[in-house]
């Protein structure tokens, strides 16, 4: 029996209009704070990607895949607006709190690596280290998102704290692959 395969389309039009469908919810424009959200969030995730493909740094190669998980969850929770009427809340995946003590770990090990830190550092120095710093500011904007988004909607306080430490070890990375690099950090000088 032959068994025909029907490809999968990405487009469906529905957001032609400016508008989108919540997860488990309805639909909404756009640029809702909401979508922005989870969308600057989509946009970190990719951010991290990009310094993944580069990274040289020991565990990099690891850690960061983790956090792309990490954060496709975190969407996941804000994509879906608390439950209205009698909508069931949909099945959501776990949001990573025990990421958060890792990643102060992981910070501890950066900064090690990289020593003391002297002056502001300018984003940059080698390339592994400007993708982790361009990495770093777009979590800065998905947490100003996100708090945004808090005052406005109840979300799990989790999230902050988990975006807040994420930019903290994306700075430490980034610190650690101009360690490696040997090239140091790029201070900012008056």
Same mark, same amino acid.
């Given at each position: *029996?032959? #068994?025909?395969?029907?490809?999968? =389309?990405?487009?469906?039009?529905?957001?032609? @209009?400016?508008?989108?469908?919540?997860? !488990?919810?309805?639909?909404?424009?756009?640029?809702? *704070?909401?979508?922005?959200?989870?969308?600057?969030?989509?946009?970190?995730?990719?951010?991290?990607?990009?310094?993944?493909?580069?990274?040289?740094?020991?565990?990099?190669?690891?850690?960061?895949?983790?956090?792309? @998980?990490?954060?496709?969850?975190?969407?996941? $929770?804000?994509?879906?607006? &608390?439950?209205?009427?009698?909508?069931? #809340?949909?099945?959501?995946?776990?949001? &990573? @709190? $025990?990421?958060?003590?890792? *990643?102060?770990?992981?910070?501890?090990?950066?900064?090690?690596?990289? !020593?003391?830190? =002297?002056?502001?550092?300018? &984003?940059?120095?080698?390339?592994?280290?400007?993708?982790? $710093?361009?990495? =770093?500011?777009? +979590?800065?904007?998905?947490?100003?998102?996100?708090?945004?988004?808090?005052?406005?909607?109840?979300?799990? &306080?989790?999230?902050?704290?988990?975006?807040?430490?994420?930019?903290?070890?994306?700075?430490?990375?980034?610190?650690?692959?101009?360690?490696?690099?040997? +090239?140091?950090?790029?201070?900012? $000088? =008056?």
């Amino acid at each position: *029996m032959l #068994v025909r395969y029907t490809p999968m =389309r990405i487009y469906t039009r529905r957001g032609d @209009s400016g508008r989108t469908a919540l997860f !488990g919810g309805p639909r909404v424009a756009k640029d809702d *704070m909401r979508v922005e959200a989870y969308g600057t969030v989509d946009e970190l995730n990719a951010a991290i990607g990009a310094a993944a493909v580069v990274a040289q740094a020991a565990n990099a190669e690891t850690r960061l895949p983790l956090l792309q @998980s990490d954060l496709f969850a975190i969407g996941a $929770h804000l994509a879906t607006p &608390p439950p209205e009427g009698r909508r069931p #809340v949909p099945n959501l995946p776990s949001l &990573p @709190s $025990h990421r958060i003590a890792e *990643m102060e770990e992981w910070i501890d090990e950066a900064l090690d690596e990289a !020593g003391p830190l =002297r002056n502001f550092v300018l &984003p940059g120095g080698s390339g592994p280290a400007a993708s982790l $710093h361009l990495a =770093r500011a777009v +979590c800065r904007r998905a947490e100003r998102r996100v708090v945004a988004l808090a005052a406005a909607s109840p979300i799990d &306080p989790l999230i902050v704290r988990y975006l807040n430490r994420l930019s903290d070890y994306l700075f430490a990375a980034a610190r650690a692959e101009n360690a490696v690099a040997g +090239c140091g950090d790029v201070e900012w $000088h =008056r």
